[in-house]
């Protein structure tokens, strides 16, 4: 059986037929690969990530699948009409089939709501019959115990920088419940984990000492966590993940980090304000310790960035600027700026909607770059965006970065300037006299 596994890109403009496209990805993702290795062993694979690779449309194959997030969705669904137009089945999965499953079965033979290893075995029986269902759902959550090695083989080297970071799972789902999130539904509300084992021998035979942990958040249980970074230390990788500002006051757990290779850390802040936070029901950032959290990470040498979010009903226009001098005083290393969006099936989502304070309900989050997506309560939407352009531009000017960051004499802080430049980089395309803000 000849499968095509595909990860398309997306417009790079609203509203624009132009595909985003890079030369070379930076980070080893982990999709394409894993799909890989859930195939049968006797069919051959072809993976294509549309962001740098041309898909050939010339080709036959017997099945097609998607991968679709709601960003890429429009261009997914292009994908889609021209290989069934030659005959050939496409199914559709990923998270955006879980909220958008009937929108998805418009443009599909069939589709996937739920996790791979649950319903490919389903679909791939069912496509041997020649009798695909439309809608092929997951009853329950797998356990992660015994997933397969990701074919990383599969993918083209090429397309990669030559010291490039590779993504590995170590857990799905969350937690926590904040208010915005829409992730537990889509990973279940509970907090699963792959045995320590696995995970170890899978960052083995990735061969790389180049590590991005692609967890929602990667210490969701503390004496796991520990066991693992327990294993990570004889590896002598770099690594970097995502979790809580209220771990980082866990000093065990955060020199034992660092001891094992932690390089870069991102922290789900969200706001400097409580009464933002309380809203969000954000029980793991404190207003009141963020400077004590962002002591420890200096103390221990660590890479860190936020990401904030604005547009929430208790967010005013001085919070722009009363952010941005947090951040700048306190040394913040990275800080990233996101407009507030409901995510569709969350209740805050159904609220906001009812309110009519969705500017754009059809095209929620399929189009990219800094914009308003929802009608703030003390601001305008065009206030909002040209807040966080405002900030980006500011955060990310030479004395922004040359009073915040540390010489660039380690690892960590070496890292920390790789992401502003990147960072300056993509702030300056949004403005002009960049160095006037």
């Known amino acids: 059986m000849k499968i ?50 041309e898909l050939d449309l010339t080709k036959q194959y017997d099945l097609v699948l998607i991968s679709v997030w709601t960003l890429n969705s429009l261009r997914a669904y292009e994908i889609a009409r021209e290989y069934r137009k030659k005959g050939i089945p496409v199914v559709l999965g990923g998270p955006h089939c879980y909220f958008y499953s009937d929108e998805a079965a418009r443009e599909a033979d069939a589709v996937a709501v739920g996790e791979g290893e649950v319903v490919l075995p389903e679909i791939l029986a069912d496509l041997e019959k020649n009798a695909l269902k439309k809608f092929y759902r997951a009853g329950a959550f797998h356990d992660l115990k015994g997933l397969p090695l990701p074919r990383r083989d599969l993918l083209d080297p090429g397309t990669f920088t030559r010291f490039h970071t590779v993504a590995v799972q170590t857990s799905r789902g969350c937690p926590f419940s904040c208010e915005f999130c829409a992730e537990r539904f889509y990973l279940g509300m ?131 600027l009363a952010t941005l001098e947090f951040l700048q005083s306190n040394r913040v290393h990275v800080a990233f700026f996101n407009s507030f969006c409901p995510y569709k099936g969350t209740p805050i989502y159904e609220r906001y909607l009812s309110e009519g304070r969705i500017l754009d309900p059809e095209n929620l989050n399929r189009w ?48 920390s300037w790789v992401m502003n430049l990147s960072q300056r980089k993509m702030a300056a395309t949004n403005a002009t006299n960049f160095d006037n803000y």
């Open 4 to 53: 095509h596994i595909i990860q398309p890109t997306h417009f790079a403009e609203p509203h624009s037929r132009k595909l985003f496209k890079v030369k070379k990805l930076n980070l080893m993702p982990l999709t394409l690969a894993y799909l890989a290795a859930l195939m049968p062993a006797d069919s051959e694979v072809t993976l294509t990530d549309e962001r740098t690779q």
């Open 368 to 415: 990219p770059g800094i914009t308003a997506r929802v009608r703030p309560m003390n601001f305008s939407p065009e206030e909002l965006a040209t807040g966080i352009r405002m900030m980006y531009r500011r955060f990310y000017s030479w004395p922004s970065i040359l009073k915040r960051l540390p010489p660039p004499t380690s690892a960590a802080s070496i890292t």
């Open 190 to 320: 509970k907090y699963r984990m792959r045995p320590v084992t696995e995970v170890l021998e899978e960052i083995r035979a990735t061969g790389s000492r180049r590590i991005f942990f692609a967890d929602s958040t990667f210490s969701g249980n503390r004496g796991r966590t520990m066991e693992l970074m327990e294993g990570l230390v004889p590896l002598k990788i770099r690594w970097s993940a995502l979790w809580t500002a209220n771990r980082v006051l866990d000093r065990e757990f955060m020199v034992l980090a660092r001891k094992s290779g932690l390089l870069h850390v991102n922290l789900g802040i969200e706001s400097i304000k409580q009464e933002t936070l309380d809203g969000m029901n954000k029980k793991t950032s404190k207003a009141a310790t963020l400077k004590e959290v962002i002591k420890a990470l200096r103390e221990l040498d660590i890479s860190f960035s936020f990401n904030l979010i604005f547009g929430w009903d208790t967010d005013r226009p001085e919070d722009f």
